[in-house]
């Protein structure tokens, strides 16, 4: 069993900037890849970003890319997503989630934080 538990969220402006924790505790963390999606209000979840378990690897949303960065502390238990320059479309709540293997697939992942909110205003 892991615990995830999200903050940093809150209101921005548009080209302003947020990072995101994720902490988790319960099994060892290095032990999974991570995760960060997102839903906005009437939307499926979606993806945004993914981190190995080494953070030798990421990958990205087409929508984020270039804007977002993930990174993760295994000593830390943490994990982070760097957003900047945001707009008034990253509005959404994020959750990060853990699972055993990089993915982009929201059933890959086996736990999942609450959740965190992000409002970008115009």
């Known amino acids: 069993q892991v615990q995830l538990v999200e903050s940093g969220g809150g209101l921005v402006q548009a080209g302003g900037s947020l990072r995101l924790s994720c902490a988790a505790s319960?099994?060892?963390?290095?032990?999974?890849?991570m995760g960060w999606f997102r839903q906005a209000p009437g939307k499926e979840r979606q993806f945004v970003a993914a981190?190995?378990?080494?953070?030798?690897?990421?990958g990205f949303a087409d929508s984020v890319k270039g804007r977002f960065t993930i990174a993760r502390e295994n000593a830390k238990n943490t994990a982070y997503l760097q957003m900047n320059s945001l707009k008034p479309e990253d509005t959404a709540v994020y959750y990060c989630?853990?699972?055993?293997?990089?993915?982009?697939?929201?059933?890959?992942?086996?736990?999942w934080g609450q959740g965190t909110q992000v409002t970008v205003s115009s």
């Open positions: 989630a853990v699972g055993t293997a990089m993915s982009q697939v929201r059933t890959d992942y086996n736990y």
């Open positions: 319960g099994r060892a963390f290095s032990g999974f890849a």
């Open positions: 981190i190995s378990r080494s953070g030798g690897a990421t």
